[in-house]
């Protein structure tokens, strides 16, 4: 994957300034990416919170506010990245 | 506890208030909402439907070279149902507790994103920073239910078209570790439909 596509160099460099370790896999479920896809628009499915327990669709879900702060701190990196490639 | 808010938090708790639970979501005042919030941030509110009461709100942000092919930040707006005898706290309240949890329906999937996205752009916005590459984000409804009269109509319009879009980001899930998950593609979608008529 590395050297093959800018948008995700770009992507994989913006984590690594900002020391986000990723894991990557494939979406267990079905979400609207699956159109884009379709359409020939390459997408990546990522939601910045870590040390949270996976809680979509369950009862009590929630977010820590300083999770979602570092949120914004780690999409300022990835989308400047990614809108100047 | 007393410490002042972020406002970045204040707003995400906002539109966790906003009650978009299918199967009714209440998307006049979302989209409400979001064109106040997407006009703060200095960007271009559109709002298409994809059928009538399922708008789309796109956000856009031009860059400096307006010819090329676009980020697309796209997230949903409805959320899934909720029982709420089951909830410590009313789940359309956004809660914080004195951790700084915030509980509400949306927390994680996937309001969290889509106000993050715009509070980002906002924030570098301010420092005066510009992008090569216009920015669009995108508020879909309906992906909780399949997103049939959502994204997978919005794709076939012209509106969508014109975004000219040549990258997307959208939802992953929660990682409890201290990595972030990240999803390069997903399963092929094939629901079955079982019938039980019992005996």
Redesign the interface.
């Known amino acids: 994957e590395d050297g093959q596509c800018p948008w995700w160099d770009a992507f994989a460099k913006a984590c690594a300034d900002e020391n986000v370790c990723l894991e990557k896999t494939v979406f267990p479920a079905a979400t609207d990416s699956k159109y884009l896809r379709i359409k020939g628009i390459p997408a990546l499915g990522f939601s910045p919170m870590n040390h949270t327990p996976i809680l979509l669709h369950d009862h009590n879900e929630y977010l820590n506010e300083n999770i979602f702060l570092r949120g914004i701190d780690i999409y300022c990196t990835i989308i400047s990245g990614l809108a100047n490639v | 506890m007393a410490a002042k ?2 406002p ?2 204040t707003h ?1 708790r906002e539109y966790i208030r906003i009650n978009t639970m299918q199967p009714n979501p209440d998307y006049v005042s979302c989209t409400a909402w979001l064109r106040i919030r997407g006009e703060a941030a200095g960007g271009e509110v559109e709002v298409v439907e994809t059928f009538p009461g399922k708008p789309v709100v796109v956000i856009s942000f031009p ?1 400096t070279r307006p010819e090329l092919g676009t ?4 997230s ?1 707006t409805d959320v ?1 149902p ?2 709420p005898e ?4 009313e ?1 359309f309240s956004a809660h ?1 507790d004195s ?12 309001k ?2 889509g106000i ?2 715009l ?3 906002h ?2 916005k301010k420092q005066g ?1 510009t ?3 216009t ?1 669009h984000l995108t508020f ?1 409804p309906d ?1 909780e239910i ?2 049939e009269t ?3 109509e ?2 076939k319009m012209p509106e969508f078209k014109k975004l000219n ?23 092929c ?1 094939w629901w079955v439909m079982v019938k039980c008529t019992g005996q």
């Open positions: 808010e972020d970045a938090v995400f860059g980020l697309l930040l796209n949903h899934v909720v029982f089951h909830w410590k706290y789940p914080k951790e700084g949890n915030i509980y509400g329906r949306g927390t994680q999937d996937m969290c994103v993050q996205y509070e980002a752009i924030r570098m920073k992008f090569t590459r920015i879909v992906e399949g997103g959502g994204m997978q919005f794709v879009a040549a990258f997307a980001l959208d939802e992953g899930y929660a990682n409890p570790t201290d990595k972030f998950s990240l999803f390069y593609g997903e399963r979608v």
